[in-house]
């Protein structure tokens, strides 16, 4: 297998949803290399022995009674944040709100994070699965609004605000690649819930400064 190759985790118990996430998957990347767990339980066993370049995770799973659970999903989550700090994920659900009880996990992820609802398009999937990859953080309104800013996107925000600092020079400082300085700013744009509607990187640094200082986290 070529070193370049990407390893991509699917974790879906209906067959039919799993393969569709797969075919989004290809599209991603056609040379990705994917494999599907049918629970939860099954990916933690993937992960001990493998670690993916990306997870892509349902919330709810069928259990024997017929219903189905949140449960094995959050707990799988869980794992991941203790034991798989940088691993970038997908979840794929349109009960998202199930994730406001890990909301301080989530702001604490190293890796990337999105999620995708179900009910979006093909395109929304693509988009999202790509950003988890990148390392940013993708986040639905609802849970953004439940985000805090926690240590380090303080810092961030004091040397983007305060010492006005560019890509270039916030990576010197915080000793990061530009392009996780850039996924801090980024990141920084999700947990403000700044919806930029400009182009220009100038104009969404404003934005978040302007945003950060009506909510208290600027003097």
């Given at each position: ?38 629970n ?130 916030l990576?010197?400082r ?29 104009n ?15 003097g």
């Amino acid at each position: 297998m070529p070193p370049s190759q990407p390893f991509f985790l699917i974790v879906e118990d209906h067959q039919e949803v799993a393969e569709r996430n797969r075919d989004f998957l290809q599209q991603v990347d056609p040379n990705c290399r994917c494999a599907i767990a049918n629970n939860p339980s099954q990916a933690m066993e993937f992960l001990s022995l493998e670690s993916p370049d990306l997870i892509v995770v349902d919330l709810l799973y069928g259990t024997f009674s017929g219903e189905q659970s949140a449960e094995p999903g959050i707990n799988l989550l869980r794992h991941i944040f203790e034991k798989h700090t940088e691993l970038n994920v997908l979840v794929y659900s349109s009960e998202y709100r199930l994730l406001t009880p890990l909301i301080s996990y989530i702001d604490s992820h190293k890796g990337g994070f999105a999620v995708a609802n179900k009910l979006d398009r093909r395109s929304t999937y693509i988009k999202f699965a790509q950003s988890a990859l990148n390392g940013e953080l993708c986040l639905p309104r609802e849970l953004r609004q439940s985000s805090n800013l926690n240590h380090q996107d303080l810092e961030v925000l004091n040397l983007l605000c305060n010492d006005c600092l560019s890509d270039d020079a916030l990576a010197s400082r915080l000793n990061v690649s530009r392009r996780a300085a850039q996924n801090y700013v980024k990141r920084l744009k999700q947990r403000l819930d700044v919806d930029l509607i400009y182009t220009e990187e100038a104009n969404h640094r404003v934005a978040i400064c302007k945003m950060a200082r009506e909510r208290g986290f600027l003097g």
